[in-house]
């Protein structure tokens, strides 16, 4: 054979010979003759099968790292559209951040890749910054993806208690916990309606800072524990769904949510969002659900208002 050899071969880890991941990646080189320069994403690709075949636990964390620096650094978009899906492929809960960061990158097919790989990954800690990608966004593929991981973590795709994603613990910039519990008067299932808007509620808290959520089934005693330890002040927020009213050609639904102290549950108001949808004569769960959702968000927004003030 003819040509100029040429070596298919894991990339440099800055000179660190001695690094496990960069000792078994240079076993994996081929060398061949009249062999093409490989493209960026078959080098990572190349990467990948190496890592896969390095015990989990062991190198987890360098796996999480290196992709992590692929999605930021790497000037070849196909390269960090590769890397976000690996990130999201890993169940590591350190691929939410730079994957998170990645929904800002300059390229549309890398953002879709980290909003779809934010969905798979199933990370509560998700819903915010996909929420606030959504706002800003207008590429419209870009966004229908985006729209789709809220759609699938706000839906319990996290496997979370009760079919809804298992909120994050409070941090260290956490000043109030809040506590969740709804009361289905609709009439339709309670397997419906409560995961519905437990998650609508808890990702619209989440959503701005220095806010953190009971998980539901939270003690009291728990709640005084967790509330007394890091010196955080608590609210229960109780949402009670009334009946859909069919009227006119509209739909008209409530949601009335009142706000109390927590753990001592001492009423301090309530909210009760209205709204009205024209042109549907008959039942349409779908725009229920849809009402409902907007409703307790509202009223989030109005609860979270009134918290600032105190």
Request: proline share 7%; glycine share 8%.
């Amino acid at each position: 054979m003819q040509g100029k050899s040429a070596s298919v071969c894991a990339p440099d880890f800055e000179g660190r010979y001695d690094h496990p991941i960069a000792t078994a990646a240079m076993r994996s080189c081929i060398v061949g003759s009249g062999m093409r320069r490989p493209s960026p994403v078959l080098v990572l690709l190349v990467v990948a099968l190496v890592l896969s075949l390095i015990p989990t636990r062991l190198y987890a964390e360098q796996r999480t790292s290196y992709l992590a620096e692929q999605l930021k650094a790497n000037d070849d978009y196909r390269v960090r559209t590769q890397a976000a899906l690996a990130l999201g492929a890993s169940g590591d809960d350190a691929a939410t951040k730079p994957l998170c960061d990645a929904l800002s990158d300059a390229n549309a097919s890398v953002k879709v890749a980290a909003a779809a790989a934010l969905g798979r990954l199933g990370k509560p800690a998700g819903l915010p910054c996909l929420q606030r990608a959504e706002g800003r966004e207008q590429t419209p593929a870009v966004k229908s993806q985006i729209q789709k991981s809220i759609a699938t973590l706000s839906s319990g795709g996290a496997g979370g208690a009760g079919g809804v994603a298992a909120p994050p613990p409070p941090g260290a910039d956490t000043k109030y916990y809040v506590a969740i519990e709804i009361t289905n008067k609709s009439g339709r299932p309670e397997s419906e309606i409560e995961p519905l808007l437990r998650a609508a509620m808890q990702s619209k808290i989440l959503a701005r800072p220095g806010y953190a959520v009971a998980p539901k089934g939270e003690t009291v005693a728990q709640g005084k524990k967790i509330l007394n330890g890091k010196k955080l002040k608590g609210f229960y927020l109780l949402a009670t769904v009334e009946p859909a009213v069919y009227q006119g050609g509209n739909l008209t639904q409530v949601v009335r949510v009142s706000m109390w102290t927590y753990p001592s549950k001492s009423l301090q108001g309530e909210f009760a969002p209205k709204l009205t949808q024209s042109g549907t004569p008959k039942k349409d769960v779908q725009s229920e659900n849809v009402l409902m959702k907007m409703c307790v968000e509202n009223a989030v927004e109005t609860f979270q208002k009134v918290v600032a003030s105190l």
